[in-house]
């Protein structure tokens, strides 16, 4: 588990009425201010103005558990799980829409804002939208046993289509959305594994970064290491789940090996990747004395380079 935020009042619970009523205002008061909006949670709006639309997904998509944005304590009071949000927000929109609480004209804002959208045709539209809203929560709440790095990699197997989409819109991984489900898995664990997430800016990815920079304080080695270091763990993966991790780093195995024989193919890259990132310094070495004899050839004058490439060919 996370560690939860010391300073918060009361841990490990968002404040939905702050969220609902954030997501009310922004739907219907012409004087939200989109700019303070923008700095309050660290929304980036600097290609395209920031919209309304985008401040209704930021919050449906859970994206508020980033941890330096300052408003961000206000209604994840030690949640950092975007999924955890998404889905607490989304339940509470199904609930109040079930008491016919939220206006049609909002609900239609802010499904939309999230994809999620009927035809014209399609009636009741109220009905539809909500019916539609409890799928989505149906999708998200399996994530909830793989939002973090230790959990990601068992978890992934375990999943239907739909939440491997939700998954992948949480890690940034462009996954296409006709792409059965094995593809889709592979696509995400091809994300984590690497360490891409480090190269990712989503909730989720984020939440993956700071659990690396709590968890590895102090070791030496980077995201990939520690990724592979905990997929290496015994009795964690399924055979399954470690061929994919295997096949993700391109380390040869054989249709008819067990757990332990993969497990250890795992181990042995995983040295090899500690050694080369420890004779990383050799190789700075050597490299700075290459180019320091390239430079010192570059002074020999052109001419006899040229006779001495002449040489080469001809001996060849
Ligand atoms: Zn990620």
Redesign the pocket.
Known sequence: MPLADTRAPCNDLIDVDIILSKLNSCTNDPDFDLPSFSTCHGVKNDDVPLTHEDVISHFLNGQCVERKAPGRPEVTHGVRSPVKMALTITETIVTQCECKQILLDDLRVWCSAIGVTTTHTQRPEYAILMQKLKTRCNALRPLLNCDGLDTIFCGVETLGKQSLQHLGV????NANSNCDADSAKTAIID??TPG??QA?T?S??TL?NDEYHESASGSSGDLETYVLQLAAKKGKLSKKALRRVLKSRDIEFSDNENVGELRRHLRSHLTRLRKGKQSEWTRNRRDASESEYNSRLNEIPVLVLTASTRLVRLSL
């Not at 949480?170 to 991984?173: A, P, S």
Request: glycine letters at 8%; aromatic letters at 0%; a neutral charge.
């Open positions: 949480q890690h940034n991984v994300h984590v891409g997430c990712s989503s989720l990815c993956v």
